[in-house]
């Protein structure tokens, strides 16, 4: 059988998202979701489709979302690009601005995505190592084609400095694409770099922020000769009919996203504090999760002790420099009440 796959494609493992658990006595804690309802919006205008729309195929430019995202973000359309997911922006820009001799950077760690992308187009990566705290420092020379910077980065919480992303991204000579998928819950984004700057991308997953991670859309904003390029390559229709409508008056409705976003980071301060209590080094979180080390007992006897109790957090494995640490995402106050009980049943024995 491997004679008939790419040498590339048999020599990867793949990306492993996390854990999908089913049932009412779980506590999914695993993959960064949004805990609460979308916009209200979304239901009404679910009960208004005419389902003789979905014989048709959907607008394969997705232009009356893209003229929401332009309102919102002051700028034209033809800098706009939607996509089914930001994973699929990621995978188009590898595509559109890497040759095949040629490299694409991003910190390590970070998306675990990113190094599967580069294999599946047989690319050479460049990996910019954070320092023990999860920080960068910007290298004197970045040679990659693309360079990939999740801001604020995943799966450490933590965001760099406005004035550090700004030096990087006047000194960087190939496309930088700063992938945004927790702006909203950061106190400051990047936004005006793409706006700025002709060869900077910035990409927001209304995922999170939204609630909306099952209906798969993601978008970026950039210089129009950029976002003409993935649209170039992209699949026929890529983002389906329901996606779009859904999309268009979810981004509409700022109000129940900031209200939910709201709630995520009260929840988020709260569940800091008290493992700070328990003896957690939890680190500064711009993001819908916290990167914490637990102290008292191993990062990965947490992790089973807790997925034992029907409560799921992320685990990334028993590699550096991620092997001491869990990232928990910030569900509802019940979810987390929960969780916490739990944590502190199990440190104490």
């Known amino acids: 059988m491997s004679d008939w796959i790419r040498k590339s494609v048999t020599a990867m493992q793949g990306y492993v998202p996390g854990e999908q658990p089913q049932g009412d006595e779980v506590v999914k804690l695993n993959t960064n979701e949004n805990p609460y309802l979308p916009s209200p919006e979304v239901l009404d205008m679910l009960r208004e489709i ?15 979302v893209r003229k929401v995202i332009a309102d919102l973000h002051g700028c034209s359309v033809e800098q706009v690009f939607v996509g089914n997911g930001s994973d699929e922006i990621l995978a188009l820009a590898m595509r559109a601005f890497v040759e095949r001799d040629e490299k694409v950077g991003f910190l390590e760690p970070s998306y675990s995505l990113y190094p599967v992308l580069a294999q599946i187009e047989d690319l050479q990566q460049e990996r910019v190592a954070l320092n023990e705290r999860f920080n960068w420092t910007i290298p004197e020379r970045v040679e990659a084609a693309l360079f990939l910077l999740t801001n604020p980065n995943a799966p450490t919480s933590v965001s760099a400095d406005f004035e550090q992303i700004a030096a990087f991204a006047e000194q960087f000579k190939g496309v930088l694409l700063i992938d945004e998928a927790y702006a909203e819950f950061a106190d400051w984004n990047c936004m005006d770099l793409a706006l700025k700057h002709a060869h900077v991308l910035v990409s927001r997953s209304l995922s999170k922020s939204y609630s909306l991670a099952g209906i798969r859309c993601g978008y970026c904003v950039g210089h129009a000769d950029l976002v003409r390029a993935l649209y170039k390559i992209k699949d026929s229709y890529n983002v389906n009919y329901i996606t779009q409508e859904i999309a268009r008056v979810a981004l509409l409705d700022q109000e129940t996203m900031q209200a939910n976003v709201e709630a995520v980071k009260e929840t988020r301060k709260l569940v800091s504090e008290k493992l700070f209590e328990f003896g957690f080094e939890v680190f500064d979180s711009q993001t819908n999760f916290l990167w914490v080390k637990p102290l008292e007992i191993g990062a990965s006897t947490l992790f089973d002790a807790l997925k034992q109790r029907n409560i799921f957090i992320r685990y990334f494995g028993d590699a550096e420099p991620t092997k001491d640490y869990l990232r928990v ?3 509802t106050a019940p979810q987390m009440f929960s969780f916490l009980d739990a944590v502190e049943e199990i440190i104490n024995g």
Do not use: E, F, Q, T
Not at 50 to 64: E, G, K, Q
């Open 50 to 64: 005419d389902v003789a729309d979905l014989a048709r195929y959907p607008d394969p430019v997705c232009m009356n």
């Open 329 to 331: 995402s910030i569900g």
